[in-house]
């Protein structure tokens, strides 16, 4: 095969794959075939690398080798003989070259689709109001600590919250109102789950938090601090000045042997509802060793106008704190 059409030959294929590549970002696909396209772009990246540091290798290789050769000792019969191969290894190392150069770009073009492409599985999956998971990442993460619990024992807890009086909000103050709302409940879910945890809006003014969990007690103690935390802060009512406070009434279900997800979120369901009906702005909690978790409710009937946050409420009785996760 001459020179010239053995690196056409190598570089035709990474310009094939950069069409491809293209071809698939421009479509929506589900997300194991996301993932697959960029698994596939690493591997490629991977491939790239390696053949361009071989191509640079050959490279000095045949360099050495026509130091070798120019420097022969040649009878004048075989001076013509190595002015032709001093010709073909210059010329090889050219192609080499320029081989080198589209290497250079594909990596480059490769590298950038699959930058381009995480970005928009990361869009796909963050709710654009709150800047947190959205419900579709939510199914996929929940899917995944289950399975990680079922597997290898990693217990946790699934947490739903939800916004008080979300409604009035809404209705006194306007959707804009709702929304500072929402975004500031982001931000402080954020602000506590950190990387270990997963937060997600699950729609409207719920939200749900996946926390990981080595000691029960604290896992609830960081549930109470956000909403602690949530109660404490208020937000731009409107244009005209007024703030509003909020609080959050939450239930949490630690995960049992031989939950699904069904079972496991309507126990957490469950105990959101049990908060509403008990008085809001408060927490409660059902696990196995704990099917009866202590609730203090919070005497606010309509959340408060007011620059003051209102005073924080305790949300369990010393009894919740006892038991521990169970053994596996």
């Known amino acids: 095969m001459p020179l010239q059409s053995f690196a056409v030959y190598l570089a035709l294929p990474c310009t094939l794959l950069i069409f491809a590549i293209g071809y698939y970002l421009g479509r929506t696909r589900v997300r ?18 390696q053949l361009s540091h071989d191509v640079g290798s050959h490279n000095t290789e045949l360099a050495d080798m026509g130091k070798s050769v120019e420097h022969l000792d ?22 080499n070259v320029k081989l080198e150069d589209d290497l250079t770009c594909a990596r480059y ?9 995480d970005i928009t ?10 800047h947190v998971g959205n419900r579709k990442a939510f199914d996929e993460a929940f899917q995944y600590w289950l399975s990680k619990w079922s597997r290898k024992g990693e217990y946790f807890a699934l947490v739903i919250s939800d916004i008080d009086h979300f409604k ?29 945890n997963f937060v997600a809006r699950y729609g409207g003014d719920e939200f749900v938090l996946l926390l990981a969990c080595k000691d029960r007690q604290a896992t609830i103690e960081l549930a109470i601090k956000i909403r602690e935390s949530a109660e404490q802060q208020n937000f731009s009512a409107a244009g005209d000045g007024g703030r509003v406070a909020i609080t959050l009434s939450t239930g949490m279900a630690f995960v049992r042997e031989g939950d699904t997800a069904e079972s496991l ?37 309509e959340p408060p106008i007011s ?22």
């Open 307 to 328: 620059n003051i946050p209102p005073l924080p409420a305790s949300d369990l009785h010393p009894a919740d704190f006892q038991a521990g996760p169970p053994s596996r």
């Open 121 to 130: 599985r990361a869009e796909a999956r963050t709710d654009e109001l709150s």
């Open 265 to 301: 979120f309507r126990r957490a369901d469950a105990k959101l509802y049990a908060a509403k009906q008990a008085g809001r702005n408060c927490l409660r909690v059902d696990d196995e060793q704990t099917e009866n978790a202590a609730t203090i409710n919070d005497d606010t009937a």
């Open 32 to 49: 194991h075939e996301r993932e697959a396209v960029l698994n596939a772009l690493a591997s490629m990246l991977k491939s790239a690398d």
């Open 109 to 117: 073009d490769l590298a950038k689709q699959a930058q381009e492409l």
């Open 74 to 95: 040649v009878s004048v019969e075989m001076n013509q003989v190595q002015k032709v191969l001093l010709g073909h290894i210059k010329e090889v190392i050219s192609s």
């Open 168 to 196: 009035w909000i809404n209705d006194t103050h306007g959707h804009a109102a709702g929304d500072r709302v929402v975004v500031g409940v982001g931000a402080i879910l954020r602000e506590f789950t950190g990387e270990t």
